[in-house]
C-alpha cells in the first residue's frame, strides 16, 4: 500500500521539488504533449505503462504508423528523440511515485528501469541528486 500523504503535506513537497528542479544544473524537465493523432496514440500507451519496453516499431504498428514516420514526428513534434521522450515520461512518473513516498526501488521498476541503480543513475544525471533525496528537507 502506498503511503498517502496529506494534501498540504504533499503540496508542500512538490514545492520543494519544484524549488529544486528550478535549481538543477542539468537541461530543465520537458515533457511536452503531441499533436498528431499517431504520435499521441502512442504517448497514451506509455502515459498508461511507463514501464512498456515495446520498441518504437511495435508501438508503431499499434498507432498504424511506421516506425520511421514515428521517429520523424517525435523529433519535429517533441524536439527529442523517442528514447528521450520516453525517459523523460518515465521521470515525471517517477517524481509522481516519490511524492506519494514509493520506495525508490519499486519507483525504478514501475517506471520501467531494470534495476534501482539504473534509475538512481539517470536520475542524479536529470536533477543533479539522487531520488532519495528528492523529498527531504
Do not use: N
Not at 97 to 105: C, F, R, Y
Request: hydrophobic share 45%; proline share 7%; net charge positive.
Amino acid at each position: 500500500e502506498v503511503y498517502k500523504r496529506q494534501d498540504g503535506e504533499r503540496g508542500r513537497l512538490l514545492a520543494v521539488l519544484l524549488d529544486r528542479l528550478h535549481r538543477a544544473p542539468e537541461q530543465p524537465f520537458h515533457l511536452p504533449a503531441p499533436e498528431d493523432p499517431r504520435l499521441a496514440a502512442v504517448c497514451a500507451i506509455l502515459h498508461r505503462d511507463p514501464a512498456d519496453a515495446s520498441t518504437l516499431a511495435g508501438l508503431a504498428a499499434q498507432a498504424g504508423a511506421s516506425e520511421r514516420t514515428l521517429a520523424r514526428l517525435f523529433r519535429r513534434e517533441l524536439g527529442m528523440s523517442f528514447p528521450q521522450w520516453r525517459t523523460q515520461l518515465r521521470l515525471h512518473h517517477a517524481l509522481l511515485l516519490l511524492a506519494d513516498g514509493v520506495p525508490v526501488t519499486a519507483v525504478a521498476h514501475r517506471c520501467g528501469w531494470a534495476s534501482a541503480s539504473a534509475f538512481i543513475d539517470v536520475f542524479r544525471r536529470a536533477f543533479g541528486y539522487t531520488p532519495g533525496r528528492t523529498f527531504t528537507l
